[in-house]
């Protein structure tokens, strides 16, 4: 998977006081809001992996997806699906419909993510400190840490990394056609693309986080929650790719 290429648009509205001049228990309550919207969509996506993964639907599917025709059709949907989202989730005229962006954009993860996690579930990687773990909660470990470091130089540096937007806008459209190259001409894209793209997600970690802290007006927490929800489930994607690649199975 490759981000989707609107998700380096600046989110937040170019009129209207944005969060950095608003007062402190207005900023508090955006911060609050949102990392309680994020936290939330983890949550649900994790809940629908669950019931998909537990159902056994994905045994009789997995045949059908399987063929690069299949993904490349699952791929254009779901960068259909992201744009709408993200549409929706901007929306200044109804609160109901930036939630409706946001649960779709949750959903449209789920299915995406669902046929790599089928394959990951059975498999462990060697953690050296930790000893063998499943590759998937040793990638949802990873991913939280990495998640909290960025955060973190984000907050305590106190910089606008909003410059990031024209490379990661770039980074994404050139991610995306190699994708489409990969399934339509059938060569493996290999670890160091995924390393590449852990990368991109964390600069767009960064950039979100930052325009977090600057830009977004005091409203617009489900549009801030779900682009910080799409770069973590970015680097989670290619962080369990890159360990897959590195594990073996029991």
């Given at each position: 998977m490759a981000a989707s290429p609107w998700q380096a648009d600046n989110p937040y509205a170019s009129f209207g006081t944005s969060v950095a001049d608003s007062p402190a228990d207005a900023r508090a309550a955006f911060i609050r809001r949102t990392y309680m919207h994020l936290t939330a969509a983890v949550y649900a996506l994790a809940a629908i992996e669950w019931l998909i993964l537990s159902s056994g639907v994905m045994d009789n599917l997995m045949p059908a997806l399987m063929g690069n025709g299949t993904m490349l059709v699952l791929l254009l949907g779901f960068l259909g699906v992201s744009w709408l989202a993200n549409r929706w989730a901007n929306s200044q005229a109804s609160v109901g419909m930036q939630y409706l962006g946001l649960s779709l954009y949750v959903v449209a993860q789920a299915v995406i993510l669902a046929p790599m996690l089928y394959f990951a579930q059975d498999m462990t990687i060697n953690t050296g400190v930790a000893g063998t773990l499943g590759v998937v909660p040793a990638a949802g470990i990873a991913t939280l840490v990495l998640f909290a470091a960025l955060t973190g130089v984000a907050w305590f540096s106190g910089a606008d990394f909003s410059f990031l937007g024209g490379v990661l806008s770039i980074a994404t459209i050139a991610a995306i056609l190699l994708v489409f190259a990969s399934l339509i001409?059938?060569?493996?894209?290999?670890?160091?693309?995924?390393?590449?793209?852990?990368?991109?997600?964390?600069g767009y970690i960064l950039y979100d986080t930052s325009n977090v802290m600057h830009h977004y007006q005091p409203s617009q927490?489900?549009?801030?929650?779900?682009?910080?929800?799409?770069?973590?489930a970015l680097l989670f994607w290619y962080v369990l790719r890159l360990f897959m690649a590195l594990s073996s199975r029991d």
């Amino acid at each position: 998977m490759a981000a989707s290429p609107w998700q380096a648009d600046n989110p937040y509205a170019s009129f209207g006081t944005s969060v950095a001049d608003s007062p402190a228990d207005a900023r508090a309550a955006f911060i609050r809001r949102t990392y309680m919207h994020l936290t939330a969509a983890v949550y649900a996506l994790a809940a629908i992996e669950w019931l998909i993964l537990s159902s056994g639907v994905m045994d009789n599917l997995m045949p059908a997806l399987m063929g690069n025709g299949t993904m490349l059709v699952l791929l254009l949907g779901f960068l259909g699906v992201s744009w709408l989202a993200n549409r929706w989730a901007n929306s200044q005229a109804s609160v109901g419909m930036q939630y409706l962006g946001l649960s779709l954009y949750v959903v449209a993860q789920a299915v995406i993510l669902a046929p790599m996690l089928y394959f990951a579930q059975d498999m462990t990687i060697n953690t050296g400190v930790a000893g063998t773990l499943g590759v998937v909660p040793a990638a949802g470990i990873a991913t939280l840490v990495l998640f909290a470091a960025l955060t973190g130089v984000a907050w305590f540096s106190g910089a606008d990394f909003s410059f990031l937007g024209g490379v990661l806008s770039i980074a994404t459209i050139a991610a995306i056609l190699l994708v489409f190259a990969s399934l339509i001409f059938g060569f493996n894209l290999g670890v160091f693309f995924s390393i590449a793209m852990i990368a991109v997600a964390a600069g767009y970690i960064l950039y979100d986080t930052s325009n977090v802290m600057h830009h977004y007006q005091p409203s617009q927490h489900v549009a801030a929650s779900l682009a910080l929800f799409a770069s973590v489930a970015l680097l989670f994607w290619y962080v369990l790719r890159l360990f897959m690649a590195l594990s073996s199975r029991d």
